[in-house]
């Protein structure tokens, strides 16, 4: 038999009469009109003086570097997924900086915002006193920190300073590889218009740490409350890096994993139907958070699982018009934060039993177990922080905790993703 690899195509070809007749069969195949009769056929370039058998080496060869043109598709492919799970690796360090920032009320230290410029700190006495100064300007010193230190500014400065820098790395992770990857050829069609996307939510996101920065910054002559950033921009802020660390992690996995040739029985679109909606239930409760931590809500009511001495507090909705308390009332958004979280933990154990009735491939077995595990090690860490009064080692590992749930829910998401046809 004489496989033929040309273009792509692979001829299998019967071995009767030798490789002479081997190569004759295979010439009136790919070129009817015969050997080098027009410039469509790949025998056109060859001399007429070779013999046949050099011809057949000639296919050998074209066989040869085809297959070593897709090995190196599949390398660049790989090369690139592990670029996307480490950006989504530098976002997640983001979140995470980006919630000890907030815990630790250090986010409204530095007043201002420059791209380049901002990124070298005072050096000297003299800096850090024109810098102390700018901030004693700004409500937070006047209402909240009038007695504070030099020393204890240079900490809430540094701790904003350090989630500014580490967002210019995030930028640069995803920027300068995709230039390269790009020149060099290595992103397919559908790939140039995701990481376009990535690099423009990237900026977008710097923007909007900004903007948030700013509504903590205004002078608020009406409110009687401690100057903080807007829950609402909080959540953009955070609502956008989730997205940008899903849709990293996501289409990094989509170019490791293999996937699964699964038989698309009912029972199978069923549990992917419901692990989509899981996923989604995770990425709501921790967004939630956001208004949680925006409005200190975790210090009202320090009791589980009443709320005080009742199921349901008597300030729920104390705020008017109604629609105002969802996301104004700390009473109320602590009550939804609970209630997201409760309806996760269940949605995903009743996740973890539909699978058990599907025989399922090992890794997605691993998948299921490890997004049950992670979901009431999250339970218990919020339960935690609560009774405790939100301390900040706890209340940081809490929230990195809802990322490591969104993590292993995207995880199995991609593992049970449909084979396309």
Not at 122 to 141: G, I, M, V
Not at 395 to 409: E, P
Request: charged residues 15%; contains cysteine; aromatic residues 10%.
């Amino acid at each position: 038999m004489l496989r033929v690899a040309l273009g792509g195509v692979r001829v299998l070809l019967p071995g009767r009469g030798g490789a002479g007749a081997q190569v004759r069969a295979a010439s009136r195949l790919l070129c009817p009109g015969g050997a080098g009769s027009g410039p469509s056929c790949p025998l056109a370039a060859l001399p007429p003086s070779l013999s046949r058998l050099r011809r057949l080496g000639w296919w050998q060869r074209r066989a040869a570097s085809g297959a070593s043109a897709r090995s190196g598709a599949g390398a660049a492919e790989r090369l690139v997924g592990r670029w996307l799970v480490v950006c989504s690796g530098t976002v997640a360090g983001a979140v995470v900086l980006g919630g000890v920032t907030r815990l630790t009320e250090s986010g409204l230290s530095m007043v201002d915002w420059h791209l380049v410029r901002g990124m070298k700190p005072p050096q000297t006495q003299q800096e850090w006193e024109a810098e102390f100064q700018k901030y004693q300007q700004f409500p937070e010193f006047k209402i909240l920190n009038h007695d504070m230190t030099l020393t204890e500014f240079k900490f809430i400065w540094y701790m904003e300073y350090s989630h500014r820098m580490w967002g210019r790395v995030v930028g640069l992770a995803y920027v300068l590889p995709a230039v390269y990857f790009w020149r060099k050829g290595w992103l397919s069609h559908r790939m140039k218009g995701r990481v376009l996307a990535l690099c423009g939510l990237v900026c977008f996101q710097g923007l909007l740490g900004w903007y948030m920065v700013k509504s903590g910054l205004e002078e608020k002559p009406d409110s009687h409350d401690i100057p903080r950033v807007s829950q609402y921009r909080l959540a953009a802020h955070l609502g956008s890096a989730l997205i940008l660390y899903c849709a990293s992690l996501w289409s990094g996995l989509s170019l490791l994993l293999p996937q699964h040739r699964l038989p698309e029985t009912h029972e199978l679109l069923r549990l992917r139907r419901f692990a989509h909606g899981t996923t989604g239930l995770v990425f709501l409760t921790a967004l939630s958070g956001a208004f949680v931590a925006g409005l200190d809500a975790g210090l009202v009511y320090n009791s589980f699982p009443k709320m005080g001495e009742r199921w349901i507090p008597d300030d729920l909705l104390s705020f008017s018009p109604v629609l105002r308390n969802i996301f104004e009332n700390p009473t109320a958004v602590q009550f939804n934060h609970r209630l997201l979280g409760i309806s996760t933990v269940i949605a995903i154990t009743a996740l973890y039993l539909l699978s058990r009735k599907i025989l399922l491939p090992r890794r997605i077995k691993i998948a299921v177990a490890s997004l049950l595990a992670v979901a009431y090690t999250q339970v218990g860490l919020g339960i935690s922080t609560l009774l405790l009064y939100v301390p900040t080692p706890l209340a940081a590992t809490h929230q990195s905790g809802s990322l490591a749930l969104l993590t292993v829910a995207l995880w199995l998401m991609n593992e049970l993703r449909r084979v396309p046809k």
